[in-house]
Nanobody
């Protein structure tokens, strides 16, 4: 079974930084897409960034381009999300997810981590 364990959330001030980690187990194929989503209270879950495990080409939502960086360490089966220049609107529960194909929609991913809270104070 594929299991994802997210960590690294917390409280940051506007303009600050946080780094999220997502440790994956049970993923043996390089064809998996690993992604970060977030969900703020009252909002739909939205895609933040994703990366193909094979080619490592990242994609970002417009709202985080230039501020967030996704990376992965295949040897450690760990995905990272470096979040810089944080804004209050980045406040949300962040989830890592894994799927067999690239998708901007949560339903495209069959495996989810438990979520980690990120709170950005103004």
């Amino acid at each position: 079974d594929v299991q994802l364990q997210a960590s690294g959330g917390g409280l940051a001030q506007t303009g600050g930084s946080l780094r999220l980690s997502c440790e994956a187990s049970g993923i043996d194929s390089d064809d998996y897409v690993i992604a970060w989503f977030r969900q703020a209270p009252g909002n739909k879950r939205e895609g933040v960034s994703c990366i193909n495990r094979r080619d490592g080409i990242p994609l970002y939502a417009d709202s985080v381009k230039g501020r967030f960086t996704i990376s992965r360490d295949n040897a450690k089966n760990t995905l990272y999300l470096q979040m810089n220049s944080l804004k209050p609107e980045d406040t949300a529960v962040y989830y890592c997810a894994a799927g067999s194909a690239l998708s901007e929609q949560p339903k495209g991913y069959g495996y989810w981590g438990q979520g980690t809270q990120v709170t950005v104070s103004s």
